[in-house]
């Protein structure tokens, strides 16, 4: 079993930055993509941005150069580096994993860490 564990949310002005972390543990085979979402309230979980095992990263529009995602393969740890942040930013980030356990790829969650952009 693989799980998440998400840690750098909090409360931040407009304008400032955060770093998010993910540290994946258990009975790991291969780590392949990994990534972050974030729930708004009221509205439906969205991608913010993916990173693969060979480091090939997707990031949604409204992301694109104030985020960045990063990982260390090393460590099983995935980074979301935000800047410039605003309050449409405001939301529970999840940390999302596809894992290769046991011959069977299976897509595993955090547990949220919550994001508030606020003056």
């Known amino acids: 079993q693989v799980q998440l564990a998400e840690s750098g949310g909090g409360l931040v002005q407009p304008g400032g930055s955060l770093r998010l972390s993910c540290a994946a543990s258990?009975?790991?085979?291969?780590?392949?993509?990994m990534g972050w979402y974030r729930q708004a309230p009221g509205m439906q979980r969205e991608l913010v941005a993916t990173?693969?095992?060979?480091?090939?990263?997707n990031a949604a529009d409204s992301v694109k150069g104030r985020f960045t995602i990063s990982r260390d393969n090393a460590k099983n740890t995935v980074y979301l580096q935000m800047n410039s942040l605003e309050p449409e930013d405001t939301a529970v980030y999840y940390c999302?994993?596809?894992?290769?356990?046991?011959?069977?790829?299976?897509?595993?969650w955090g547990q949220g860490t919550l994001v508030t952009v606020s003056s």
């Open positions: 999302n994993a596809i894992v290769l356990i046991n011959l069977q790829v299976r897509e595993v």
């Open positions: 258990g009975s790991i085979f291969k780590l392949l993509t």
């Open positions: 990173i693969t095992s060979g480091g090939i990263t």
